[in-house]
């Protein structure tokens, strides 16, 4: 897989570095860091938003956003906290996001769930409370409406989104290596 | 730019037909997509492999749906999923607002207003709702079955599907096997039975009498009609004509009064109110043609397949999916046993100063010449060249070279031979030439990914470094084969092939010498395209890379069946030593893209 | 548009609203009370044309509110831009929503209660005269890949309209704890 995919290099010190091995552009608008955990090697590409700051209603600390490892945000993303009345209140509800989840350039998501192994296209909207099982693909520009649910091993794509086909049974071990790969390659120059 | 592999199907594995034939696209797939069955050793697609129904879902509640329900749901789920008429997206259920406030707009309406009953179906990609078409709910829950008991089909229709289906239904009694053998020859049951059924309905279909034939087909007839009926029934089962109900032709007038009714809400409506014809196509008896007319339709059923190895004498699983999560308790693909093919690293040869001839001139036999001259020279006279983007076309007259990155998905090291197969006689001739200079390599062993990371750090993980080095340049003359001239110079000489794979040498070959690189289980060779200059159309630079890899077979004393295995594959049996080494030939084609 | 055209910004925000530091606001510019411009916002008149916005509107991420005319830009109450929106419209009623990554043009006047769907765009009908106003009526829903239009029969009206007060209600709590905010008159 990816014998001849080239290295991507960022400029020295516009990414911050964490222990685990997470890559964090500094031209990230991140607000309530604290509400954020990030799972390891995951990559936060630049002018991402993470919207930490909207967490739940009640008192406690809260996760707002979690994402697992191997990960990738990618330029202009939005990841936004969905919000709905609970008992006559509102309250924000957070977004796990498992491991091996690649989300490309310029898309809004306010998913309730993404599973692990799922690529997310360029410019796609997933819209609130979508829930994204295990591996699955969105293709670019998609649009999910509010709610929808994507099922394991299925390919999705359209305004609104729709099911379009299924994935190979290879398709676990081809993502998983995929996203370690994209890892490995980038690099600061 | 692609590298898909051949499926030979059932067939004995062959060199498939070559790219120039408009009809030797058919069997090939994607690595990711292909399977392996370990008993018939060999590659299985998905057009070849036995398909069976594992279990139902539903895409949207995820509701496994039992087996034995799933005619009577008409393979639909049954729960409350419903897909909205005008946009297709997945209706939530929503409760509506209390009517108390309805006339209170503002900070004043905001006391509590979610509430219960009645419910409808929202859709929330177009704000489309139930209360459209007038449906609406008492409970948020089943709302299929609330539906089913509104009922909103058509009495006359239901009555003629349900006798359509009793009719149909005692055929379908009759030609299944019996129940009793079933549990028996569950694991060897042939999927495609009923498939035969079904063929012969169609072929029934097509013996018919065609219309405007009439009148031959009553003069063929006539010479023996009766023994010609007889003759046609042998065989076939037997499914007697269906009388319908209700015939369509009583209905005829009233059909015209609806055509009326239809011109008049269509000026009203205007052209947004007549329905897409994609939306009419998908609810499946008669509906109006107005957009308001179209129902939610339940969501259709997805499954999980489970899939066979063809072969009539195999019928292992190939795949076998876990219901409950997204594992596979049997997964025989294919990327777990051939190597990954994958071209990169295009470079354009800049025109070197002693070619006194221009490429115009040139002939074939010229530039096969020049191209021996160029190898022999190589190394002290470094070939100038350029890097180019995978994408742009390519030039007539010009050469390119690329490398070509085979990945061993083994935990053994294989040893590889690249040919191109031998072209058909009569084979249109192809625009290109293709070289390899170094058809044969090794490939390290797959291992974990700290080990390579060690290895990289001792510098010594390379096995039979020296060997290999020395060995692929000799090799390099001989098998080297191209399209172009037609002269496939094949042969190659197998001496000391596995003494290369068994020994373990330590040393560090010069890996780059031959264009050959080596990274942990990734080997790159290079690959040159001439594209010959006289070229009049557009055409693709395609051809098929023949690939025989060697490996060290672990089921060493156990011969399985031994009469297959010599026909599935030249099986190397003067090493009778204390390893075993098998062959393994696949056929890939490589889709370069096309001259401009 | 080069930053030079754009004169010297005139910002009038009533206290009541929350308007975060880390957002574009250019042009003569009126924030009525109870609106809430979230981080990473762009209000932007051209041609110094004012920008009114009516009372409890949010303005999310990434969206951009942009008037190209030379009159006024007069946007109701309680409208939501979502997240990434272009919005461009004469002039805009109250209880509208413009869904993520959402288009309007300029020459539209958009009515009450319409919803622009994610990721359409909503242009003047091609039927009608090059440069002329087109009126978007109450209740219309722009949707799908081709942008259709549709009418909304209001199902769920009074509890969407629940909905998006408590939400700017939580908003007003929670924003000023995370974000900075810029100081209102």
Redesign the interface.
């Known amino acids: ?4 995919d080239p290295i991507i290099t960022y400029e020295k010190g516009t990414y911050i570095e964490t222990d685990t091995g997470n890559k964090v552009s500094r031209k990230a ?1 991140i ?2 860091a604290t509400n954020i955990i990030l799972g390891g090697k995951s990559i936060i590409k630049n002018d991402t ?1 993470l ?5 739940r ?1 009640t008192a406690g600390q809260h996760v707002v956003l979690s994402i697992g490892r191997y990960c990738l945000i990618g330029e202009n993303s ?1 990841i ?1 906290p969905p ?3 609970h008992k ?5 509800y957070p977004i796990r996001i498992s491991d091996f989840v690649h989300i490309q350039s310029n898309c ?1 998501i ?1 998913a309730a769930s993404i599973g692990s192994c799922v690529e997310i296209g360029k ?1 796609c ?1 997933i ?1 609130k409370f979508v829930i994204i ?3 699955a693909i969105i293709l670019p ?1 998609t ?1 999910l ?5 994507v ?4 390919i999705w794509g ?6 379009v086909d ?1 994935l ?7 993502m998983e290596s995929k996203c370690k790969n994209y890892y490995l390659r980038f690099k600061s120059a | 730019m692609s590298v898909t592999y051949s499926c030979c199907h059932l067939d004995s594995p062959h060199a498939p037909l070559p790219p120039s034939y408009p009809s030797s696209s058919s069997s090939y797939h994607s690595l990711d997509k292909l399977y392996f069955c370990e008993e018939c050793d060999a590659v299985r697609c998905d057009l070849c492999s036995a398909i069976e129904i594992a279990s139902y879902f539903c895409p949207n509640c995820l509701f496994d749906v039992p087996s034995a329900n799933v005619r009577a749901d008409k393979n639909r789920c049954a729960r409350s999923c419903f897909s909205c008429p005008t946009c297709e997206s997945s209706l939530s259920i929503q409760a509506s607002d209390q009517p108390s406030t309805d006339n209170a707009v503002g900070p004043t309406a905001t006391a509590m207003t979610l509430s219960g009953p009645p419910y409808a179906l929202v859709c929330s990609g177009c704000k489309w709702s139930s209360k459209e078409v007038g449906w609406s709910f008492d409970k948020p829950t089943g709302i299929a079955l609330q539906l089913q008991k509104m009922n909103t089909q058509v009495d006359l229709v239901q009555s003629e599907f349900d006798s359509l289906k009793d009719h149909l239904e005692s055929y379908i009694t009759l030609s299944n096997p019996t129940p009793s053998s079933s549990s028996s020859s569950r694991s060897t049951r042939n999927p495609s039975r009923h498939i035969s059924h079904l063929t012969q309905m169609a072929q029934r279909a097509l013996h018919r009498d065609v219309g405007g034939l009439v009148a031959y087909s009553a003069r063929s007839k006539r010479s023996s009609p009766a023994e010609k009926g007889e003759k046609e029934k042998f065989g076939w089962d037997e499914l007697d004509e269906y009388v319908p109900k209700d015939s369509w032709r009583r209905t005829g007038l009233e059909k015209g009064l609806e055509d009326v009714d239809l011109i008049r809400d269509f000026e009203e409506s205007g052209a947004s109110g007549l329905a897409a014809l994609v939306k009419r196509w998908q609810s499946s008896w008669d509906r109006g043609s107005m957009s308001r007319e179209i129902l939610p339709q339940r969501i259709p059923l997805q499954t999980k397949l489970t899939k066979r190895c063809p072969h009539p004498n195999c019928r292992h699983l190939l795949i076998q999916p876990d219901t409950k999560t997204v594992r596979m308790k049997i997964k025989m693909v294919a990327s777990n046993y051939l190597p990954l093919v994958e071209i990169g690293r295009r470079r354009r040869r800049l025109p070197s100063n002693d070619i006194s001839e221009s490429p115009d001139q040139m002939s074939v036999q010229d530039m096969e010449k020049q191209r021996r001259e160029r190898r022999r020279t190589r190394g002290g006279n470094p070939v100038r060249e350029e890097d180019e983007l995978m994408d742009t076309p390519f030039k007539a007259g010009e050469t390119y070279s690329f490398q070509i990155a085979l990945t061993n998905p083994l935990y053994d090291p294989i040893q590889i031979r690249l040919t191109l197969p031998h072209q058909p006689k009569k084979a249109p001739k192809t625009d290109f030439s293709v070289i390899i200079p170094t058809p044969h390599f090794t490939i390290n062993a797959l291992k974990d990914a700290w080990a390579y990371e060690e290895d990289d750090e001792s510098d010594d993980y390379l096995m039979g470094g020296s060997g290999i080095g020395g060995l692929e340049a000799g090799f390099s003359e001989e098998g080297t084969t191209t399209t172009g001239t037609g002269t496939n110079t094949g042969t190659l000489s197998r001496k000391s092939k596995l003494t290369i794979l068994s020994s373990n040498n330590n040393k560090r070959s010069k890996e780059n010498l031959n264009g050959i690189e080596k990274k942990g289980n990734i080997t790159k060779v290079g690959l040159d395209i001439q594209i010959l200059p006289e070229i009049v159309r557009k055409s693709k630079v395609e051809f098929d890379l023949e690939i025989r890899y060697t490996y060290k077979a672990d089921d060493l004393g156990t011969p399985t069946n031994d009469k297959d295995e010599n026909k599935s594959k030249d099986k190397d049996n003067s090493t009778q030593n204390k390893e075993e080494y098998k062959n393994f030939t696949f056929w890939t084609r490589v889709n370069l893209g096309h001259v401009e | 548009m080069s930053r030079t055209q754009v004169p010297p910004s005139k910002i009038t925000a009533h206290s009541t609203s929350i308007i975060c530091q880390d957002t574009d606001l250019r042009g003569d510019i009126t924030i009525s009370e109870g609106v809430i411009v979230h981080p990473k916002s762009t209000i932007l008149s051209l041609n110094n044309a004012p920008i009114i916005i009516g009372k409890n509107c949010i303005i999310e991420e990434g969206s951009i509110i942009v008037n190209r005319n030379q009159e006024m830009m007069r946007i109701g109450d309680n409208n939501r831009f979502m997240v990434g929106c272009r919005i461009e419209a004469n002039s805009i009623g109250n209880w509208n929503t413009f869904q993520p990554r959402s288009v309007v043009s300029s020459n539209i006047i958009i009515s009450d209660n319409c919803t622009i769907s994610a990721g359409t765009t909503l242009i003047p009908s091609p039927t009608i005269q090059e440069g002329a106003i087109e009126t978007i009526p109450s209740y219309t829903v722009v949707y799908g890949s081709n942008s259709e239009k549709r009418k909304w029969d209001g199902t769920g009206e009074l509890s969407e309209k629940n909905l998006r007060e408590k939400h700017i209600e939580y908003l007003r709590e929670i924003i000023p704890k995370y974000n900075r905010l810029r100081p209102t008159t």
């Open positions: 897989m990816g014998a001849f608008s607000t309530g938003i919207r930490g700051d909207l967490r209603s939005i936004r919000g709905k009345l006559g209140s509102f309250t924000f809004i306010e410019n909207i819209g099982k295990d591996l520009d649009v409406p509010e709610g929808t649910i099922p394991p091993m299925s359209g305004n609104p989104g729709k099911l299924t190979p049974e290879t398709y676990q071990e081809t």
